[in-house]
């Protein structure tokens, strides 16, 4: 299994070839359990202008698994906020925080395209799809 993040989503839709899109392309073609969460979902659809485009993006996201959001999703990233802030580093996007959660609940790696979750990885039990390693 693996959580796609907003950013690589983006990149996918738009035609960007980075390590990430082709490291989701693979993963879809090898049939990798590809997940997305509501957080995701909505960051992908809020985006869209075109409502043909946004009906399509939409039909195509509900092939993926869906993870469900619980409340020890949403404590978490409150905890996995403050506790950075603590230490001094700030996360840009708390919402990526929310993102972390989930991919630890579930226990699965995340695929991102964003610096901020390089943080969450040094000071979480997050997972992440390193190319720098």
Request: glycine content about 4%; overall charge negative; some cysteine.
């Given at each position: 299994?693996?959580l796609v993040d907003t950013t690589v989503w983006i990149d996918f839709f738009n035609a960007h070839d980075t390590k990430h899109t082709f490291y989701?392309?693979?993963?879809?073609?090898?049939?990798?359990?590809?997940?997305?969460?509501?957080?995701?979902?909505?960051?992908?659809?809020?985006?869209?202008?075109?409502?043909?485009?946004?009906?399509?993006?939409?039909?195509?996201?509900?092939?993926?698994?869906?993870?469900?959001?619980?409340?020890?999703?949403?404590?978490?990233?409150?905890?996995?906020?403050?506790?950075?802030?603590?230490?001094?580093?700030?996360?840009?996007?708390?919402?990526?925080?929310?993102?972390?959660?989930?991919?630890?609940?579930?226990?699965?790696?995340?695929?991102?395209?964003?610096?901020?979750?390089?943080?969450?990885?040094?000071?979480?039990?997050?997972?992440?799809?390193?190319?720098?390693?």
């Open positions: 299994m693996l989701f392309e693979n993963a879809v073609k090898t049939n990798v359990d590809i997940c997305i969460c509501g957080v995701i979902l909505a960051e992908i659809l809020q985006g869209i202008r075109d409502q043909g485009q946004f009906d399509t993006t939409k039909q195509y996201l509900e092939n993926f698994i869906y993870l469900e959001m619980y409340y020890s999703v949403y404590l978490r990233a409150a905890e996995i906020y403050r506790s950075l802030r603590a230490k001094g580093i700030t996360i840009r996007k708390p919402i990526d925080c929310i993102i972390a959660s989930v991919a630890i609940e579930y226990n699965i790696p995340l695929l991102h395209n964003d610096r901020d979750f390089e943080r969450l990885e040094k000071y979480t039990e997050l997972m992440v799809i390193n190319f720098e390693k």
